[in-house]
């Protein structure tokens, strides 16, 4: 069955200890994908999901072209050569020009989630330099969904988490530890059973 909520997670540098830190506090019932853009090299790409995987008992696994995102399954975009984009609730790999110096973007891959899942859209900005993911917040605003940005404390780099923030559209500011349970919570208050 596809999700009918999805997690949106943009990170940078830092973000790998952040991302271990989100991903081994889900609970064991997690009612939507989670999709991760973490900008690393592309030779990195299945290690880092393999670190991911050992943290958490949900299936972590590198986005192919053509899946459909399916709860509890935790989609890591890979580094390289390709955005990573959401259509008919199911990822894409798609050409296309560097944004915001990153490809995949987070922008990209934020923009495209929020007009597929609108309201069932929750946006995570991690630590990491430059502004990817600004953008993509407010995008997600604008359909209704709801967005987190990780603290200046808790940040190896407030870049990305500042921009997000200064766009006035981040909903919570909150430290690494705080940010799982904050939107295990929003959607379990959103999911119609």
Do not use: W
Not at 82 to 93: A, D, G, P, Q, T
Not at 109 to 125: K, L, P, Q
Not at 148 to 174: C, E, H, W, Y
């Amino acid at each position: 069955m596809p999700a009918e909520n999805v997690v949106a997670i943009g990170s940078s540098t830092g973000g790998l200890v952040a991302l271990k830190e989100i991903l081994s506090q889900l609970p064991d019932k997690f009612d939507a994908a989670i999709v991760i853009v973490q900008h690393m090299p592309g030779f990195i790409s299945k290690s880092i999901v393999n670190t991911l995987g050992e943290v958490t008992k949900h299936t972590v696994k590198l986005a192919e072209d053509g899946e459909v995102l399916t709860p509890g399954v935790i989609y890591l975009a890979p580094g390289g050569d390709k955005h990573l984009i959401v259509e008919n609730r199911s990822i894409m790999l798609v050409d296309g020009e560097k944004v915001n110096f990153c490809r995949p973007s987070v922008d990209v891959m934020m923009n495209s989630v929020a007009e597929e899942f609108e309201e069932r859209t929750i946006g995570v900005i991690l630590t990491g330099m430059g502004h990817d993911g600004a953008m993509g917040i407010v995008k997600i605003k604008e359909h209704g969904g709801y967005t987190i940005a990780q603290d200046k404390v808790t940040s190896a780099v407030f870049g990305m988490p500042g921009a997000a923030i200064n766009t006035g559209k981040i909903d919570r500011v909150l430290p690494s530890y705080m940010i799982a349970p904050e939107f295990t919570s929003i959607i379990e208050q959103r999911t119609f059973t």
